[in-house]
Each structure stands twice: as C-alpha cells, then as structure tokens.
Antibody, heavy 115, light 107 residues
Framework: EVQLLESGGGLVQPGGSLRLSCAAS????????MSWVRQAPGKGLEWLST????????AYADSVRGRFTISRDNSKNTLFLQMSSLRAEDTAVYYC????????WGQGTLVTVSS | DIQMTQSPSSLSASVGDRVTITCRAS??????LAWFQQKPGKAPKSLIN???TLQSGVPSKFSGSGSGTDFTLTISSLQPEDFATYYC?????????FGGGTKVEIK
C-alpha cells in the first residue's frame, strides 16, 4: 500500500523558513517523480514543484521559484520542501503527491505564516 | 501556462442522479488529465488518470472521457458518499495546473 506522510508544518513568522518532509513507503521511491501541492484555506489546489525520480531535476511554480527548494533523499525514501522568505499568502495545507499525475497523496501538513 | 476551466463550479443533485463535470484545457493536452475527489478536511483522492483510467479501488460508477482540450467526469448514480469537491489536473506540461473545482452538493 502506498503511504505518504508529511511533517514539519507549523506556525512561522513572515520572512521565516520551514522545511517540510514527506516519508514515502509502498513503492519504489527512487523511480518516481514527486510533487508538492498546497491548498490555502477555503481555496483550490495549487501545484508548487515536482522533482524527477530519474535525474533529480526540478520544476517550480512562479509563485515559489527562488523561495522554495524541492529535494529528495532516495536512501531514506523522503521528499523535502525547503521554504524560505515565507509570506502570509503561503499559509496553506501542504501535500506531497506521487507522480506528476498525483496518483497518491499524503494527509497534508498545515503551514501558518503569521506574526 | 495551460489553464484548466471546470464547469459548473457547483451543482446540486439528488441521490441516484447521473452527474457530469466538465474540464476544458486552454490548449491540447492529449490524455494527460487526472481527476480527484476531496471531502472537507481531507486530502484529495485520485480517481482517474490518463483521462479515463480508473485508479485501483475506485468504484466503476466513476468514469472519465475526453482527449485534447475537452474532458468529462461522470458519476453514474450519485450516492451520499460522493458529495464532495472534484478537481481536474493537467500533467502534460509544467506548470502543472488544476481546475477550480466543482462542489457537488445534496439537493
């Protein structure tokens, strides 16, 4: 069974940083592209970033490029999202998702950016 | 960027109704389209990818069709557990983009 478990969310001040993790199991993690998607309160889904399982290359949404960095540790089956220069509008539930087609999702972790 | 437009944004339907949700891409995406169901306070759940391939464990009352720019998600006989918000997503090219969602409510 595919399982994705995010962690690392919390309350952070504007301008601060946070690192999210997503522990994966139930599939061959190293072979699979992985994504981060967020959902602001009461809003729809917003894709943020995808990292290739093949070569580690990454793509980013304009809204986070230069502030967020996606990475992975295939030896630990873990996906990361390093977030910096956080803004109030980054407040959201952050999900990791398996493949570009998002065929499995974690339960999400809430990030609140507020002073 | 490829824009994904879902319609309607909301609908009211009764148990047993057949429901169809439409997703239109601003340019051709072949069959690189996925559908998701999300219930309040829960993570999205994948229903369909490649426009019409049902994910494992998803009941056959859900079906998807289309290619190019026009896609549909159909629920053949709406049940109480199907009241939720549904999203489409294109994965043909970056940035990946989602439709705005369709909230299916009880009439």
């Amino acid at each position: 069974e595919v399982q994705l478990l995010e962690s690392g969310g919390g309350l952070v001040q504007p301008g601060g940083s946070l690192r999210l993790s997503c522990a994966a199991s139930g599939f061959t993690f190293s072979n699979v592209d992985m994504s981060w998607v967020r959902q602001a309160p009461g809003k729809g889904l917003e894709w943020l970033s995808t990292i290739s399982g093949r070569d580690g290359s990454a793509a980013y949404a304009d809204s986070v490029r230069g502030r967020f960095t996606i990475s992975r540790d295939n030896s630990k089956n873990t996906l990361f999202l390093q977030m910096s220069s956080l803004r109030a509008e980054d407040t959201a539930v952050y999900y990791c998702a398996k493949t570009v087609a998002s065929d499995a999702w974690g339960q999400g972790t809430l990030v609140t950016v507020s002073s | 960027d490829i824009q994904m437009t879902q319609s309607p944004s909301s609908l009211s339907a009764s148990v047993g109704d057949r429901v169809t949700i439409t997703c239109r891409a601003s340019q051709g995406i072949s069959k690189s389209l996925a559908w998701f169901q999300q219930k309040p306070g829960k993570a999205p759940k994948s229903l369909i990818n490649a426009a019409s391939t049902l994910q494992s464990g998803v009941p056959s009352k859900f079906s998807g069709s289309g290619s190019g720019t026009d896609f549909t998600l159909t629920i053949s006989s709406l049940q109480p557990e199907d009241f939720a918000t549904y999203y489409c997503q294109q994965y043909k090219s970056y940035p990946l983009t989602f439709g705005g969602g369709t909230k299916v409510e009880i009439k």
